[in-house]
Each structure stands twice: as C-alpha cells, then as structure tokens.
C-alpha cells in the first residue's frame, strides 16, 4: 500500500502496481473477520436516464428492474422540472437518472419497461445514450430549444382549452395517494424507442 485517505465515506487506497489493484478489485479484502468488496477508483459507470416515470413508482422496484441490465452503483435521484418560477422550482419531472454498471459495456442500454399497475399499463424508458430532442431526433438539444421547431405548442402539450394529458389519466395515482401499494407486473423489452 503506498497510500490511504477517507474519501466521501470511503476508504481510497493506492497501490504500487496495477496488476495488484486488479487482484485486489476481482478478489476482494477481509477485514476483521468480514469480507469488503473492492471497487477501482475510476468506475466505468453509465449514466442512465429513466423516463416517463410517475411519481408513485417507487426508487427501490426501478432498481430491481434494472439490476437485471448490471449493477446500480448511485441512488436513483429525481430531475427537476425545470421551472423557472420560484413558485414551481420544486416541482419534478417524470424523469430520474442513475449510474450502472451495465451487463454489456459495449452496446448502449434502450430499455422499454411495461408496468401494469391497477389495471392501466405504464411504459417506463431507460437509456444511456445521449439525449435525444424530441421533437427531430437530433442529439445535443431538447424539443423546447428544437432550431427546426416551428410550432410554438411542443409535441405532447396541450393546445389551448384542451385538458392536459394528467387529468385524464385516472386510477393509480389516486390509490397510491390512499396508501395502497400498487400490485405491478412488469415487461422488459430492449428497443431503440
């Protein structure tokens, strides 16, 4: 060991060699009669954005479901809306995102998750690739700073005097409100969306 130092509530240490620190990441320590698994400081984590997530799906069942793609190696944190009134600022987004250690490095994870809860089937997208506008398909921008978009209305918000899409979803949300657990059923796909 050439080194040691806490590091957000780890341990870091460097070794001398790297053959060593490979050893020691596939094999592992025991410390005080208790086995401790080593990661690499560098993580060759994914990140991982989850879409079309209602609020009442819980962190723990998405984690599950992707544990079957790889690792998950962060919490799954929510993403704001992105309002820019102080009023709305701490409204979410359908949105979370997460860091993996996925399966197959190599190819992107596009995953289309089906969820059936209270008889009304959710479909949930999980991707690592980059974001993607919504409105072109092209990388680097979003659908609301589209330079294509010539319609003032985004795709999926309402026009005026019509009920936004929430209103007419109905079921769920109100017994996830009373406490009920959802019973869900899941269908994983891999897809390209």
């Known amino acids: 060991v050439k080194s040691a130092a806490r590091m957000n509530g780890a341990v870091v240490i460097f070794l001398d060699q790297v053959e060593k620190v490979n050893r020691v990441v596939e094999a592992g320590l025991t410390v005080n009669d208790m086995f401790v698994q080593v990661l690499p ?16 799906i819980t962190d723990e069942f998405l984690s599950r479901e992707l544990s079957r793609h790889g690792k998950v190696v962060s919490p799954i944190k929510n993403i704001l809306s992105g309002c820019r009134s102080q ?60 330079p294509g978009r010539g319609d003032p209305t985004p795709p999926g918000r309402a026009a005026a005097g019509e009920p936004p899409a929430a209103v007419l979803a109905g079921g769920s949300p109100a017994a996830a409100a009373a406490g009920e657990p959802p019973a869900a059923e899941v269908a994983a796909e891999e897809s390209g969306f």
Request: aromatic letters at 10%; charged letters at 20%; proline letters at 3%.
């Open 87 to 146: 009023l709305l600022k701490h409204v979410l987004s359908h949105r979370r995102h997460l860091y993996m250690i996925l399966n197959n490095r190599n190819v992107e994870l596009n995953l289309r998750f089906h969820v059936k809860i209270d008889d009304y089937e959710y479909v949930i997208f999980a991707s690592s690739s980059a974001m993607k506008c919504f409105g072109c398909g092209e990388e680097g921008h979003t659908v609301g700073a589209c």
């Open 41 to 56: 400081l560098t993580q060759p984590a994914t990140k991982v954005v989850l879409s079309n997530v209602p609020s009442f």
